[in-house]
């Protein structure tokens, strides 16, 4: 691999000095490196941080420096391309974004001498509904929530599986997760922890208002329907969000449907850790 685009979150960045180190590294050592201009996203498009259509053909690879948040960001405004990413991390825990501050050379010169492997993870993708009319629709890497807004209070969900009714949960919000997202939100909510390598969707309760409550994993081909109680017209309802980014509001009545996107992320690998080293370092 010769040839890279590297995208910066300049809020972990801000003075562009690992950013002006990655791609002079990168040309000092007969390597092509494109990176992205600290400008404001025009917010009509679907894009945080990088327009792909300005991503020259010949990048083989993509860099991406920030923390988790900015690699969710990036396989999102990327998806479709094809292109494999590489989380170098500038925040705190950094479980997608593996590569540390100290490695980054390292880990430089493992790519450009073709010492890597690709792991591909699975997505999802959602549509909202208010009735029979579609609100909008995103894909996830990591998870698709549909939590309260407004005042605090509980919400009534109602989980259908292909259709046919599953549960019914009053809690404050409901996680679908992929295996990739089972570190985040869903573990914190008390689901459990999937290899990433799984293809699976894995469906879990915020706080629910009840004494016995689990995740439920189910397999990868069938669709999720997540349908709102309460009394229509109310002026409480709840947000549907995509890792943590789009959001749509539903109300009473409205509903979202959930399944597993034709489209990927793949990331780039560079420390040969198996999944229960990594996860033993990262959580303690």
Known sequence: MKCFCVITNYTKDANAGTTDLIK???EQHGGMCYVQSNGVVDKSQRYKYTDASRIPPEVEGVLVLG????LLQASRDLVGTGLPLLGINMGTLGYLAEIEHQNILPALDSLMADEYTIEERMMLKGAAYHHSRK???DMA???IVIGRRGRLRVVDFNIYVDDVFLCSYRADGFIVSTPTGSTGYSLS????????DASLMLLTAVA???LNSRSIILPDHVQ????LGGRPGGSDGAEATFDGDTSVKLDAGGSITIGKSEQKT?????NHTSFVENLRDKMK
Do not use: F, Q
């Open 208 to 210: 629910p208002h009840t």
């Open 224 to 227: 999720v329907t997540v349908t």
């Open 189 to 196: 909510a008390g689901g459990p922890i999937v290899s990433p």
């Open 24 to 26: 002079n590294y990168i």
């Open 67 to 70: 923390g988790d948040g900015t």
């Open 266 to 270: 793949y990331l780039i690998k560079i």
């Open 141 to 143: 890497l990591n998870d």
């Open 135 to 137: 609100l909008m629709e």
